[in-house]
């Protein structure tokens, strides 16, 4: 049976845009269409408008391998991020490839034909062999929000920062940050110059780290050394000490918050706001570890402008915020920092012979690829590193799958382990936002190939080197079937 292309990509984000390119150079005689259901390309980095909004890792290892960051900061703000996504997409010619307001609505794979066939909202259809998903890992539609006593009772404005209203104005207004995570941590320094006073409501510590803004190797890197060559040296750079801190903070726990906290008393001067409110109970990378630029969030905070609460919410009153040690936090504007709420694959429930698949009832091969359901794959970042490490290493994985069932002459190919798994939790982080969607993410083995190892340097060395017979069932195309 005829398609309209041979794969489909599913979000034109950070994950779309490097799946459009490692498709057209690795597979150039694969079609392709990639989706997306906004009305820009951008994904996160479109739909976040929030103050300050920018990105946790350097853009050496978040941005493209192929496409040198040039940026002077190292970790760069939303709107830039956008330009170098969409700079990218028309330089390779990736734009020509994208149907914007283009969501899907249900996925659909007859193995009889080996056909995806993908319904969009506005009830058009789009056929393909292959379904490879780039949406991420959240909902864009809805965030995540806790029931708040008396949040109704609130006389000033409530915003989520997925939902930023355009214009909004904070000047000179008292603000109310619920939240510790990246999001939170981003909007208080971001916010704090002109606002009347801010604080950061937390029911308990996150680890944070300080990290420069720039990078001073980096601009000596690009002063003497050609632009690729200086990106590939800035990269190894980046990932190695990423790598090396993660892996030293998992083996030394202890050693490892010691060293953070020393960080924040070094930017703080106060041990003991220290002590209370940058000290967590769990060990560094048991969740995400959050980065203060230039220390711009320990800076809000010594100049007076912004503080920092530890406590629970007893009740939200006219006034603002009253916690359980009874102390009212007055606020003009309550914003709920309270994360993300997770959605894999977009959303999408794949459809295999008229049989819904429940994706958590199933497992991970190589980080991508998911049992029960045939030509399907979907980027899934690291948690420790950049999304963007993982999903450029999954779709030089699909591509690979790609030219190797063309070689053995399949039509379509589904993960099938040899043994049977003892299902771990996908990914190891114990944040609320991955322990409240445990029930819809798919599962991992023990060991590799079905375990996502958080440490690209192991899997850029082995990923590639599978051996695809030995973990992928595949079904001959008719054709090579008669002969």
């Known amino acids: 049976m005829s398609t309209d292309f041979d794969v489909v990509v599913v979000g034109a984000g950070l994950s779309g845009i490097d799946a459009g390119y490692r498709l057209q150079t690795l597979c150039p005689d694969k079609t392709y269409t990639i989706l997306e259901a906004r009305q820009e390309m951008g994904g996160t980095w479109d739909l976040f408008r929030y103050p300050g909004i920018r990105s946790d890792s350097d853009l050496f290892t978040f941005g493209f391998q192929f496409k040198p960051w040039t940026d002077e900061m190292a970790l760069a703000d939303g709107p830039a991020i956008k330009r170098y996504i969409e700079d990218t997409a028309a330089e390779f010619g990736i734009d020509k490839h994208i149907q914007f307001n283009s969501r899907v609505s249900r996925a659909a794979f007859d193995t009889s034909s080996s056909t995806w066939t993908l319904t969009l909202d506005d009830a058009r259809t789009v056929t393909c062999n292959f379904l490879y ?8 539609d809805e965030g995540y929000l806790p029931d708040f006593p008396g949040i109704d009772d609130f006389e000033g404005t409530v915003v989520h920062p997925q939902f930023w209203p355009d214009g909004l104005d904070y000047t000179g207004k008292r603000v109310v940050v619920i939240g510790s995570g990246a999001t939170a941590v981003t909007l208080i320094p971001a916010m704090a110059p002109d606002v009347e006073h801010i604080t950061m409501l937390q ?21 003497y050394l050609p632009p690729r060559t200086a990106h590939r040296l800035i990269r190894a750079k980046n990932i190695g000490l990423s790598t090396a801190f993660y892996q030293f903070s998992r083996r030394f726990p202890k050693q490892a918050g010691k060293l953070l906290r020393n960080l924040a008393v070094k930017e703080l001067a106060d041990e003991q706001a220290v002590a209370e409110h940058f000290t967590p109970t769990y060990n560094v990378w048991d969740q995400r570890v959050c980065v203060a630029p230039d220390g711009d969030l320990f800076a809000a905070i010594k100049s007076g402008k912004a503080e920092v609460v530890t406590d629970h919410i007893d009740t939200i009153v006219a006034e603002g915020i009253r916690v359980k040690s009874g102390r009212l936090l007055e606020a003009d504007i309550i914003v709920t920092a309270t994360g993300l709420k997770l959605e894999p694959a977009g959303g999408i429930v794949p459809v295999v012979d008229g049989a819904a698949v429940s994706i958590h009832d199933q497992f991970v ?4 690829m998911i049992t ?18 993982r999903a450029d290493l999954t779709s030089r994985l699909v591509c690979k799958v790609l ?3 063309d070689e053995q002459g399949y039509a379509s190919v589904v993960p099938q382990p040899r043994q049977t798994l003892d299902p771990q939790p996908l990914l190891g982080l114990k944040s609320g936002y991955i322990e409240r969607a445990s029930q819809l993410l798919p599962q991992q083995g023990r060991h590799a190939p079905w ?21 992928l069932r595949g079904t001959p195309k008719r ?3 008669r002969v």
Do not use: E
Request: hydrophobic residues 40%; charged residues 15%; glycine residues 6%.
């Open 203 to 223: 029911r308990s510590p996150t680890w944070i780290s300080p990290l420069p803004r720039t990078d001073p190797l980096a601009d000596v890197a690009r002063k």
């Open 133 to 140: 998903s780039c949406a991420g890992y959240y909902s864009y």
């Open 372 to 389: 029960g359901i045939p030509n399907f794959a979907m980027a899934v970042g690291y948690t420790n590193a950049s999304w963007t490490l």
């Open 479 to 481: 054709s090579a079937a």
């Open 451 to 471: 375990r996502m190892r958080q440490n690209y340097v192991l899997d850029v060395a082995t990923t590639l080197r599978t051996d695809l017979g030995k973990h």
């Open 365 to 368: 091969l190589l980080g991508a």
């Open 403 to 405: 030219t190797w069932m």
